[in-house]
Structures are given as structure tokens and as C-alpha cells.
């Protein structure tokens, strides 16, 4: 059974891992997303067929003196959407000392504390209201650890030690419930690629943002899905940019699916580098008829009609030649580009050189690369 074939039997699997301000004034955007978290999970999963979700909670506060009640808390992943629900809504906000929260806590234990999936599409989604600690992230004057977390964590390098372990199957989405926080979550978003900032003014706009980042990785997973089938159907064994036509990607997203493939285990190499074949583009060609008589040394009107539904221009090459009974000789040998998404018509002028009178037998055939693509033989006469 192709990868292809098992993708489509079993779920795929993604790792979503909310790292979460619990201080006090994050109340309302908690409890819009544990109203609205089951009817995202429903969107998402009709949206995008066979996807099992699993979701994570890392909630942080501050260190002491600032809260003394804890600094992180992690609950692991778990794909029951109603007991995530019941975590989220256990959440008790309270205020959390100065400005400044432990934001590179949280994303430390998103990273080291969660039990993410190998094979599985990993999913950051910071959600907090007041920066980091640290003078790089805040110029905030009742900052109480002006020099940064007291554990010695980075948030901009616990996002990048995230993606160097992960790789691109790591996507990292910032939602900034305040416009103190705009920088430094900018910042934090900005520090990996792909990385991205929503700018949030009300609590209700929360689960909207979610909806929205999820939709947009499970439509990456369909483009994935679409790699993956045409990598196995053409063996693993294609050329890059015809292939990115094909599919009608980017090139670098076509290079991006493929090393998430990898990293997933869906492919075992980066693919080998030949032409794909004319059958994954959909060429189709349409021989024309030759005359039941010939006159040798004059013209007469062949035509070549082919479709090519693809974006890629193909190369083709229209060899004809002539049976007599003195042998074998070449009528044309023509190379001929065939523009993307068009039908084209080729009107040849075939040439018979003979000096051999009588039956004879024309033979064309087009040829892709040293493929060939159509044949015809053709009984007829030379005058």
C-alpha cells in the first residue's frame, strides 16, 4: 500500500498547543474560547476530511513575589475536545503581580513538557495580553525581572528552538489581546518564518483567530495530500519546477510540502530528478490522416492537434518517415513547443523524397524526450 493510499485510511493527526496568559484581565477571552472551542473543532474537521486534533494547554502566570500561585501549568494533548473544553473552563484568572507575565515560560514548557507527535502537524498558539519580562521585550517601569525571565528562558529562542525540532511541520501563530503587547509578540511571531501576529481588540475575536489559523494549516495539509499522491504515482521521480507547474504550486511550496512530507515520514528521500511524463500532465494527441496518394518531391498538409490541460510547456518531436521498397526515408524530424493549457494545432508540410514508385507504407510518430507518445501507420501510394 502507497503512503498515498494509507494517508487516506488513516486520520491525520494535528498537535494544537495553547500557551496561555491566566492572569486576570485574560477572563473573557478564556471563556470565548472554551464556548466556542467544540464548534471550531466541527468547522475545522468538516473543512478538512480525516484530521484527528489533539489539544495541549500550557497556562502561565508569574514568578514569585509577582503570583504565588504557579508559574506554568501543563495539561498534555488530548483529542477529547470536551475534556479540553472542561481544562480550559478550569482556568481561574487572577492577577499576576506586575505588567510583564512569564510568556518564556509557558513557551518553554510548550516545548520540552507537551508529548507532541512526530507525524503530526504541530500547532503554537501564544494568547496573552502583557509581554514578556526583560528589557528586550518590554520598557515597562514596574517590570520586576528587568533583565528578563529569572529561569533564563528566551521566548524568541524557545520559538526557535521549537522549529529547529520540529522543522516545518511547527507552525507558530501570536495573538495579542492588547496593544501593549503588539511588539514583543510581534517580535516573537517575526522569529521564525512563517510565523504570524493577530492583532485582537475583543475577547470575541479570539476563537475567530483560531478558527482561522486552523483552517489555514488543514488547507496546507489538503496541499500536502495532493504532493504526496503525485509523488507516489510518479515513483518519487520528477522534475521540481515541472511538477510545481503541475500541481500549480509555488515552487518553494512545492519544496516546502515535500520537507514536510519528510519530516512526517509520509516519504522516505527527496525526490529524484527527471521529466514527469506526459500521462500526470493530461497530454493528449490527435494524429491527422495522410493522402491515399502521394506525389514524391511535393507537399501535402499534415496536421498534429494536442491538448495539453497543464501549465507546463512541453517539448515535443514529430518524426515521420516513408516505407518503400528501396527502404527507409526520413520525411520530417521537427521539435515543436506546446504552450500550457492550450490546444494546438500543427499544420506540417511532409515532403516524400522517393524515386520509388507504388505502394508504401508512412509512418509518424510523436515523441516526448525519447517517449513516445502516438504512432500511426498509413497505407498509401507514391505517383
Not at 37 to 54: A, G, S, Y
Not at 167 to 184: K, M, R
Not at 204 to 223: F, M, R, T, Y
Not at 359 to 371: I, L, P
Amino acid at each position: 500500500m502507497s503512503k498515498s493510499e494509507w494517508i487516506g485510511l488513516a486520520p491525520t493527526k494535528m498537535d494544537v498547543a495553547f500557551v496561555v496568559d491566566t492572569t486576570g484581565s485574560m477572563k473573557d477571552d478564556i471563556k470565548a474560547v472554551k464556548d466556542s472551542l467544540l464548534d471550531i473543532v466541527k468547522q475545522v474537521t468538516k473543512r478538512t476530511k480525516d484530521l484527528e486534533i489533539r489539544f495541549g494547554v500550557v497556562s502561565y502566570r508569574d514568578h514569585p513575589p509577582q503570583d504565588k500561585t504557579y508559574v506554568t501549568r501543563v495539561a498534555d494533548f488530548d483529542r477529547k475536545a470536551k475534556r479540553v473544553q472542561k481544562r480550559i473552563a478550569s482556568l481561574k484568572p487572577s492577577e499576576g503581580g506586575d505588567t510583564p507575565e512569564a510568556v518564556a515560560d509557558g513557551l518553554h514548557d510548550a516545548r520540552v513538557s507537551l508529548s507532541w507527535e512526530k507525524d503530526a502537524y504541530k500547532i503554537v498558539l501564544l494568547v496573552g495580553d502583557a509581554p514578556p519580562h526583560g528589557r528586550a521585550y518590554n520598557s515597562i517601569a514596574d517590570d520586576h525581572f528587568p533583565d528578563g525571565c529569572p529561569e533564563g528562558y528566551d521566548p524568541v529562542q524557545e520559538v526557535k528552538e521549537m522549529r529547529k525540532e520540529f522543522g516545518v511541520t511547527l507552525f507558530v501563530f501570536v495573538c495579542g489581546c492588547n496593544p501593549l503587547v503588539e511588539e514583543s509578540f510581534g517580535k516573537i511571531a517575526d522569529s521564525v518564518e512563517g510565523g504570524r501576529y493577530y492583532k485582537l481588540s475583543e475577547a470575541k475575536e479570539l476563537p475567530e483567530a483560531i478558527l482561522e489559523i486552523l483552517e489555514d494549516v488543514g488547507d496546507l495539509i489538503q496541499v500536502d495530500r495532493s504532493v504526496l499522491s503525485f509523488y507516489d504515482a510518479n515513483d518519487g521521480s520528477f522534475d521540481m519546477a515541472e511538477a510545481a507547474s503541475h500541481l500549480k504550486l509555488e515552487l518553494r511550496d512545492l519544496k516546502t510540502s515535500l520537507s514536510r512530507l519528510l519530516e512526517l515520514g509520509y516519504i522516505a528521500r527527496w525526490p529524484k530528478g527527471r521529466p514527469i511524463g506526459p500521462s500526470s500532465m493530461g497530454l493528449e494527441i490527435e494524429l491527422g490522416q495522410v493522402p491515399n496518394n502521394i506525389v514524391a518531391g511535393k507537399a501535402f498538409n499534415y496536421q498534429v492537434r494536442i491538448h495539453n490541460p497543464s501549465a507546463t510547456v512541453v517539448a515535443i518531436r514529430v518524426v515521420a518517415s516513408l516505407v518503400t521498397e528501396d527502404g527507409v526515408s526520413e520525411v520530417t524530424n521537427e521539435r515543436h513547443e506546446i504552450s500550457g493549457r492550450t490546444d494546438r494545432n500543427l499544420d506540417l508540410k511532409l515532403i516524400p523524397m522517393t524515386d520509388t514508385k507504388g505502394k508504401a507504407t508512412m509512418r509518424v510518430e510523436v515523441f516526448y524526450g525519447s517517449r513516445s507518445l502516438a504512432s500511426e501507420i498509413y497505407q498509401t501510394r507514391v505517383f
